[in-house]
């Protein structure tokens, strides 16, 4: 039960995260690749700031989100100017300084080791019922995440948006700000990131560099490639089977080295699939990305 528990928590938190996402790679049809960034920011942010003396859970975890969003905010302000293939190389060489920066800063960061949150931040006590109270707020938050969704696509900033995604160049000539847009989306995917990461190191434990590589932003974006863009649906839907099938895989008995390769061919499978006949994914109304008009 708690081994579902688990599963079920790590779902939510890529469904919700895949959710937000999805403003930036499906309404905007910009190709980002910096998610795993802002995930990673809330994760060490909490455990981080919670090792210090006094610290509490409400504070570490502010820490974390806020830390996110002020990243956001920084390189949104240059991110927010670019658009198509320049947008995905910039966001992926963020996930890649990132990445680095957690890797080799051991004194803030642990290196390689990573770090273990502090037991004075969160006491689990009854691990089971632990884990169920983290499951009901995650599964409280990725309820938000749809309903936020689902809303805001019938507002008029979702079919502004969508004006900015299909021409931009017609969307400016409106004295709409494109750069201001960008970057409210981005802030959004980011504050996400950081509650998601927050709770990722609460049902974990411990955070690493190994969980917020370039890979980690990719998978986010093959989420919604699978489960389909534009959609409350085909996030949730595509994160819950990119976490299901290495777990199942671990499950069937399987050396570790042997199911990391089914894994990757699984997935290799799935993407193709995807691609060759549901080109919008299983339940999308976008495409991933679009050409830039002119």
């Known amino acids: 039960m708690e081994y579902l528990v688990f599963v079920l928590s790590l779902w939510g938190i890529y469904a919700m995260q895949a959710l937000l996402l999805d403003v930036l790679v499906g309404e905007m049809g910009l190709l980002a690749l910096c998610q795993g960034v802002f995930f990673g920011c809330g994760a060490y942010g909490v455990v981080i700031v919670g090792s ?45 300084v990132f990445h680095d920066a957690v ?8 290196g390689a080791l990573g770090l273990v949150l502090p037991e004075q931040v969160w006491h ?30 019938a ?40 509650v998601g990461g927050v709770c990722y190191a609460l049902v974990v434990g ?14 986010l974006v093959a989420m919604i490639v699978i489960g389909g863009a534009g959609t409350a649906l085909g996030p949730v839907v595509g994160a819950g089977l990119v976490i299901v099938i290495p777990e199942v895989l671990r499950l069937s008995g399987l050396s570790g080295s042997t199911a990391a390769h089914l894994k990757q061919m699984a997935f290799g499978v799935l993407l193709y699939l995807i691609v060759a006949f549901r080109p919008n994914g299983l339940f999308g109304r976008l495409a991933i990305g679009v050409e830039r008009r002119s």
């Open 52 to 96: 210090y003396p006094g610290s509490s859970l409400p504070l570490a975890a502010m820490a974390g989100i806020v830390i996110s969003g002020l990243l956001a905010v920084t390189v949104g302000a240059v991110l927010s100017r670019l658009g198509g293939d320049d947008f995905a190389l910039a966001t992926y060489a963020l996930a890649l």
């Open 103 to 110: 890797l080799h800063w051991t004194r803030a960061t642990g």
């Open 124 to 153: 689990r006590g009854d691990g089971l019922w632990a884990n169920f109270a983290i499951l009901a707020v995650i599964a409280s938050l990725v309820g938000c995440a749809v309903w936020l969704s689902t809303r805001w696509r």
């Open 155 to 194: 507002a008029p900033l979702g079919r502004l948006v969508n004006a900015i995604r299909e021409d931009e160049t017609l969307t400016r000539s409106l004295g709409r700000p494109v750069e201001r847009h960008r970057l409210a989306a981005m802030l959004a995917t980011a504050i996400g990131g950081g």
């Open 206 to 219: 411990v955070v690493d560099p190994g969980g917020f590589d370039p890979m980690a932003s990719i998978l």
